[in-house]
């Protein structure tokens, strides 16, 4: 199949290049040349631009950082014109971006319009479950277009969970992410406490991971360094996912919470944290880093 893929981060570079291990022919464009290169080397091709990459594609798949960056490429924004434009009618859209489900809805009924199939499939696992290809991907559509997605999907993730109509998977992966914040604030503030004991951080981790705080992160992405040789933190908290893009998240948790009417102390929490970690310095690291704000100095 002939694919535009839009936006190669952490995240989408490794999505990328598993459906060119696939098979499939991947015109590939980012505003990194050097993102560009690393899916030219797995076998993709170079696309000069978001709409040199849609043209004769069948699929396209967007991997981008916030709301505004994926209604700004397919509506437009002010004198540039969308994307929608360019893309064949009948083909199909599939947005692994995470951002508000308002957005994705807004962008599917312009997709609609056009003829054109669009779903949101944002993800979860991580770049290790990006460079894997087992990433779970929360989907929103409807059955037909998931059926159309299903065999793009299988190549990048081991988990494909139909969530509901457009949106739906967007409101999944905020409520999952939200999860995730509060879980890791949780496990950084026992292993700190710990550790302010003499406690040995494996010794530790290992207890409460065989036990009934076991969660996730204790799991395979624990906070602290040289627990986990793979861990961001092993490795300078590089790579990952970053604190901005976690205290997106919760930001996105917390405005559909006002619109719902929703408790969300916790989430609220949470998001307040990685604000102060944001602030202090720490926006570009692995989210797993707001262990530093909890460690004894």
């Known amino acids: 199949m002939q694919i535009a893929f839009i936006g190669l981060g952490n995240m989408g570079a490794p999505m990328a290049i598993n459906l060119v291990k696939a098979g499939h022919s991947v015109k590939a464009f980012d505003l990194s040349q050097e993102a560009i290169a690393k899916v030219v080397a797995a076998g993709g ?8 990459a849609v043209q004769g594609a069948e699929a396209i798949v967007t991997m981008l950082p916030a709301s505004q960056h994926v209604e700004a490429l397919f509506l437009g924004n002010g004198n540039a014109p969308g994307l929608l434009q360019h893309i064949a009618k009948g083909a199909l859209v599939i947005d692994s971006s995470t951002i508000a489900a308002a957005t994705s809805q807004k962008v599917a009924k312009a997709a609609e ?6 779903i949101d499939a944002p993800v979860s696992g991580g770049t290790g479950g990006a460079i894997a290809g087992t990433l779970t991907f929360m989907v929103g559509g409807s059955d037909a277009q998931l059926d159309r997605a299903r065999p793009l999907l299988e190549k990048m993730g081991a988990n ?4 509901g109509a457009v949106g ?7 409520c999952n992410n939200m999860l995730l914040g509060i879980l890791m604030v949780g496990t950084s503030e026992a292993i700190a406490l710990g550790v302010a004991n003499g406690l040995d951080p494996k010794v530790l981790s290992e ?3 065989r036990s009934s705080g076991g969660n996730w992160a204790l799991e395979k992405y624990n906070p602290f360094p040289g627990v986990h040789e ?20 919760l930001g996105l948790a ?3 919470a006002i619109t719902t009417k929703s408790s969300t102390p916790l989430g609220g929490m949470a998001r307040a944290i990685y604000a102060a970690h ?16 909890l460690q004894k100095k």
């Open 113 to 118: 319009a056009a003829g054109i199939d669009f």
């Open 230 to 249: 793979n861990a961001p933190a092993s490795k300078g908290y590089a790579g990952g996912f970053g604190t901005d893009l976690m205290l997106k998240d």
């Open 207 to 209: 207890i409460m991971r």
């Open 45 to 52: 091709h170079v696309a000069t631009s978001a709409q040199d």
């Open 168 to 174: 739906a998977g967007q409101t999944a992966k905020i």
């Open 254 to 256: 917390q405005e559909n």
């Open 278 to 293: 944001s602030i202090a310095g720490h926006g570009g690291e692995d989210f797993s880093s707001v262990i530093k704000m």
């Open 160 to 163: 494909i969970f139909h969530a």
